[in-house]
């Protein structure tokens, strides 16, 4: 049975994340995503802020509004029997009361956690100080609420475009070891990134996909559109179409 609270459901969520297997969070960016991917079994969902933004025509980056994302998180929390934790990019506004106000929004949301970036869209890194301030922010509005939510505090720092590659691991490491206390490590996994099981054997407790599942589903459709519009054949799709009459009972009033 599902926990009936949002803090039972943080409280499970939180546990999750302590083994003894590692926590693999794929990403869904709507409610029809979300619920093909609960019903493959997985005891936790994350959003997916780029996939949500393409979804509604936006770049990513924090081109669509706070209350756009929430809007859509909410609609999944609202589907999901499982604890759902919301890609809040970096916070939707500079400083910790914009992230405490993005955390009540998550909450309102139906959500029990959230991912908080120290990014910024001029391909820039919020400072240390600041981003430490933001997640303590985050923390005691969760705290006022009675849901202690699961905070993901992410690094950009191999986003850095300006800085070589070594000193990007250097700054990654500064800034992870600096937002430690947020919890466990967690890293995006997919192609390009060992294996789950390879992760697991290196400490890492927690794996998401970010937008690589929306990618992948992108790719599929242009592969069978191109096909479609050169050939007239559906050869891309066989075998991978989801039954009608099971998309309608996924998809059908909740229980």
Same mark, same amino acid.
């Given at each position: 049975m599902a926990p009936r609270t949002l803090r039972d459901q943080a409280e499970v969520f939180r546990r999750l994340h302590q083994g003894p297997a590692i926590l693999v969070l794929p990403n869904a960016w709507d !409610?029809?995503?979300? %619920? !093909?991917?609960?019903?493959a079994g997985f005891p936790a969902l994350a959003t997916s802020s780029a996939g949500v933004a393409w979804a509604l025509g936006y770049a990513d980056g924090e081109r669509i509004t706070r209350g756009e994302m929430l809007e859509v998180v909410a609609r999944i929390a609202a589907r999901v029997r499982v604890p759902l934790t919301a890609d809040m990019e970096a916070g939707y506004g500079p400083?910790?009361?914009?992230? +405490?106000?993005t955390a009540r929004g998550v909450i309102a949301a139906g959500a029990v956690g959230l991912n908080l970036e120290d990014g910024t869209n001029e391909g820039r890194l919020v400072d240390v100080t600041l981003h430490v301030e933001r997640i303590r922010a985050v923390r005691e509005a969760g705290r006022a609420a009675g849901v202690p939510l699961v905070i993901n505090a992410r690094t950009d720092a191999f986003e850095l475009p300006g800085l070589p590659p070594a000193q990007r691991f250097a700054e990654a490491v500064r800034r992870a070891n600096a937002y430690r206390a947020a919890g466990p490590l967690n890293v995006i996994a997919g192609p390009g990134a060992p294996p789950i099981p390879e992760l697991e054997r290196l400490g890492v407790r927690r794996a998401s996909l970010g937008p690589r599942l929306v990618q992948g589903t992108l790719g599929l459709l242009a592969r069978a559109? %191109?096909?479609l519009r050169e050939r007239g054949t559906y050869a891309t799709l066989a075998d991978l179409v989801v039954p009608? +009459?099971?998309l309608q009972r996924l998809l059908g009033p909740p229980p």
């Open positions: !409610v029809a995503s979300a %619920r !093909v991917l609960e019903e400083g910790p009361e914009a992230a +405490a106000e559109a %191109r096909e009608f +009459a099971e």
